[in-house]
């Protein structure tokens, strides 16, 4: 039982590439999120699903996009890479909503851009 | 849009000792939880406890909610050089889903 897999681990970018990172899940869970991690700011929230096909904006959502298409996976794209998006990016999700269930996280992503 | 907000930034003690963590948070909440991160991996869910509930122990954990204070804190028994990590509190927002805000957490170092 894996849990919650994000790739890559680390990834370093030049300012203005693209990239996709992919968070998949095998707990049948509903709801995904992306957060960002950045020293000082704690976690952020970049985008959430509430179930298969539907995404929402979260706190900090400028310069990234994100698709739910299958429910087990969470795809979060940065359209034109910026050194303000270093960051540790970590996958979450849970079964419903944050009212009754914890959160299950990945490992995370590492990305630098430069 | 901060919720919660661990107090203190830092604590370091020695193996044995008890640790407690604050988190303080602004407006109402269902529930309130308590995360652990070890040093470069991702958050692990350590405990749920909802508003009716004043507290709640898993393990050496414990966990108690003053709503009226809008606070709650985490007692960590007997620490363990495998303590050391970063713990944070969580709540849900009122929006975005009720997705979690997390304070930036309490870094505690338990030295042997």
């Known amino acids: 039982n894996a849990g919650v897999t994000q790739t890559p681990k680390f990834r370093v970018l030049k300012t203005g590439q693209s990239m996709t990172l992919l968070c998949a899940q095998d707990?049948?869970?509903?709801?995904m999120y992306w957060y960002r991690q950045d020293p000082g700011m704690g976690l952020r929230l970049i985008h959430y699903?509430?179930?298969?096909?539907?995404?929402a904006k979260g706190e900090v959502p400028d310069g990234y996009n994100v698709s739910r298409l299958k429910k087990q996976n969470f795809l979060l794209g940065l359209e034109s890479a910026a050194p303000s998006q270093t960051s540790v990016y970590f996958c979450?999700?849970?079964?419903?909503?944050?009212?009754?269930?914890?959160?299950?996280f990945g490992s995370g992503t590492r990305l630098t851009v430069v | 849009s901060q919720q919660g907000e661990e107090d203190p930034q830092a604590l370091s003690i020695q193996e044995g000792e008890n640790a407690t963590m604050n988190c303080s948070y602004k407006t109402s909440i269902n529930n309130l939880q308590w995360y652990r991160q070890n040093s470069g991996r991702g958050l692990v869910h350590l405990i749920l406890?909802?508003?009716?509930?004043r507290e709640k122990h898993s393990g050496r954990l414990r966990v108690t909610l003053d709503t009226s204070k809008k606070s709650s804190s985490l007692l960590i028994t007997a620490s363990r050089a495998a303590d050391t990590a970063s713990y944070f509190c969580a709540t849900p927002g009122n929006q975005a889903g009720t997705a979690l805000i997390f304070g930036k957490g309490t870094t505690l170092s338990v030295s042997s």
């Open positions: 707990m049948n869970h509903e709801y």
């Open positions: 699903s509430v179930g298969e096909g539907t995404t």
């Open positions: 979450a999700s849970s079964y419903l909503g944050s009212t009754n269930y914890g959160y299950t």
């Open positions: 406890i909802r508003s009716n509930e």
